[in-house]
């Protein structure tokens, strides 16, 4: 079983939708990152969080250290916003391990 | 420049021959990552550098696999006698100082391609 697993592992939405991605660990983690991988491959670090909620414009990151979870909250989504998105967490010093992605297809 | 920067951004070559990958972290991180992403996979940890120092080698998948870093700045990644399984996209990633909760700044990556 894998430490990091995402759900779902491809998401279709229409524009506009209120989009979820989920994130469940195993293991004792210190931080958790979510990641956004465009089709050129390129990768951005979008959030990092130990606690609580954290919004960035239309996202929204939530974790729940007890119940070992995290959620990607997408508002009024856009085709703009298709890409794969990468749950890791970090264990120490900062190595991460990283989940199998949402492949995420926002059609206008 | 800003960000990190990797090259080549593409390699060919030969199974059996040596390649040399490079990283560029964003000037005073102190921490630099190596991850690969094989065709279809996630992604998966290698090796990571404090400074010049690598206490985590424990991602490296043989040892035809090798990185340096010096000055505390530029990174190699060296591979020898390349196998057709080693065909990945090979990402380098810095942060400030390597503590958790520093968030890790990629760079765009070299695709590697094992003929």
């Known amino acids: 079983k894998n430490e990091v697993e995402q759900s779902p592992q491809n998401l279709t939405a229409q524009e506009g939708e209120f989009i979820t991605i989920n994130c469940s660990y195993s293991v004792g983690i210190s931080a958790l990152h979510w990641l956004q991988q465009h089709p050129g491959g390129g990768i951005v670090s979008l959030f990092m969080l130990s606690s609580g909620k954290k919004k960035h414009g239309r996202l929204i990151a939530t974790i729940n250290i007890q119940e070992k979870h995290s959620s990607l909250h997408i508002t009024a989504s856009h085709p703009r916003d298709s890409a794969v998105y990468i749950c890791?967490?970090?264990?120490?010093?900062?190595?991460?391990?990283f989940g199998t992605g949402t492949r995420l297809q926002v059609f206008p | 420049g800003a960000g990190v920067s990797q090259s080549p951004s593409n390699k060919v070559t030969e199974k059996g021959k040596d390649v040399e990958l490079r990283c560029d972290p964003i000037s005073g991180h102190t921490a630099l990552y190596w991850y690969r992403q094989s065709l279809g996979q996630g992604l998966e940890f290698l090796i990571y550098?404090?400074?010049?120092?690598?206490?985590?080698k424990s991602g490296l998948p043989s040892d035809r696999f090798s990185a340096e870093r010096t000055g505390g700045s530029v990174s190699t990644l060296t591979i020898q006698r390349t196998q057709q399984e080693d065909s990945a996209v090979y990402l380098c990633a810095s942060s400030l100082t390597g503590w958790s909760n520093q968030p890790q700044h990629f760079g765009d990556g070299t695709r590697l391609s094992i003929l």
């Open positions: 550098f404090q400074g010049n120092s690598a206490p985590d």
């Open positions: 890791a967490v970090e264990r120490r010093a900062d190595k991460l391990i």
